[in-house]
């Protein structure tokens, strides 16, 4: 079901994305995605399970460099519940973290995170993306729209400034667009570089759309975001590109920038359906 969202002036919206009230944690308006008002967009809860992995670790010096989210039943805008478990090691730590709505598992993610150890990098090392995403974030003004998807006040359009970078996104194929959090993800908290960049990451389906989202959903069903340095600054650019398949099942993937150049990757999986296509009929059970 497609959101109905009402816009409230500017002066009643949260001042967070998320409060934490005792062991719970209590999502605004501002949480909710494009699909249904009922239900978070992903990149909230992802940036959350971010900060949840980060707080897990008591010293300094470690950094989040993969955090694989599997969404398993649409993250209802409603108090979460956490579970966790942690496997350290010297130079890694394992995590699983779980979210629950009324002890209903919603989202689960498995984070790594690896003990820093600064060295210099021989000049001129080869990579494997654009040095840089350009257009600058300053030199951009066009704010993405998604052609079908609904305005007004949700994730991915009050709590989160974008600016398109490269491509047409009211046209289907990739595209490139420099995202930042308007308001903190936790109240009270700042916003780690890796916190932004999982709440950008989860844009990549949106921004490179292949099926018109009038006819057609096509949300992401989990997320791997690998990041090999932190990104600096507020911006975070994300370049993306969906494949489609009639089986109903897409990927899209998004090379993920700052604005001195490439920060990491990420890749989504695609539930895709027609809109008001009949349900699947179960195969007929063989005569005995």
């Given at each position: 079901m497609q959101a109905t969202i009402v816009t409230p002036k500017t002066t009643d919206l949260p001042s967070a994305v998320y409060a934490q009230d005792g062991l719970l944690w209590?999502?605004?308006?501002?949480?909710?995605?494009?699909?249904?008002?009922?239900?978070?967009?992903?990149?909230a809860?992802?940036?959350?399970?971010?900060?949840?992995?980060?707080?897990?670790?008591?010293?300094?010096?470690?950094?989040?460099?993969?955090?694989?989210?599997?969404?398993?039943?649409?993250?209802?805008?409603?108090?979460?519940?956490?579970?966790?478990?942690?496997?350290?090691?010297r130079s890694t730590t394992r995590m699983t973290?779980?979210?629950?709505?009324?002890?209903?598992?919603?989202?689960?993610?498995?984070?790594?995170?690896?003990?820093?150890?600064?060295?210099?990098?021989?000049?001129?090392?080869?990579?494997?993306?654009?040095?840089?995403?350009?257009?600058l974030p300053q030199d951009c003004t066009e704010r993405l729209r998604i052609p079908g998807l609904p305005e007004g006040t949700a994730f991915h359009t009050a709590a989160v400034e974008s600016r398109v970078a490269q491509g047409d996104p009211s046209q289907p194929g990739a595209a490139s667009a420099w995202f930042r959090l308007r308001v903190p993800l936790v109240q009270g908290q700042p916003s780690s570089p890796a916190m932004r960049a999982a709440a950008a990451a989860d844009f990549g389906n949106g921004l490179s759309w292949v099926l018109p989202a009038e006819r057609y959903?096509?949300?992401?069903?989990?997320?791997?975001?690998?990041?090999?340095?932190?990104?600096q600054g507020e911006w975070i650019g994300v370049a993306s590109q969906t494949q489609a398949d009639g089986s109903g099942a897409g990927t899209t993937l998004s090379q993920l920038y700052d604005e001195h150049g490439p920060v990491g990757v990420a890749v989504q999986s695609l539930v895709l359906r027609e809109r008001g296509a009949?349900?699947?009929?179960?195969?007929?059970?063989?005569?005995?």
């Open positions: 209590q999502p605004s308006v501002l949480a909710r995605g494009p699909w249904d008002a009922r239900a978070q967009h992903g990149g809860p992802s940036a959350l399970l971010v900060h949840l992995a980060e707080s897990a670790m008591t010293e300094p010096g470690w950094q989040l460099t993969r955090l694989s989210i599997e969404l398993i039943k649409p993250v209802p805008v409603a108090p979460l519940a956490v579970r966790q478990e942690l496997h350290a090691a973290l779980e979210l629950y709505a009324d002890d209903i598992l919603v989202a689960r993610a498995h984070a790594l995170l690896l003990r820093g150890q600064p060295f210099a990098l021989p000049a001129q090392t080869p990579g494997w993306t654009a040095a840089r995403l350009l257009p959903l096509f949300a992401n069903a989990d997320m791997s975001l690998h990041l090999h340095r932190a990104p009949p349900a699947a009929t179960p195969p007929a059970t063989p005569a005995a």
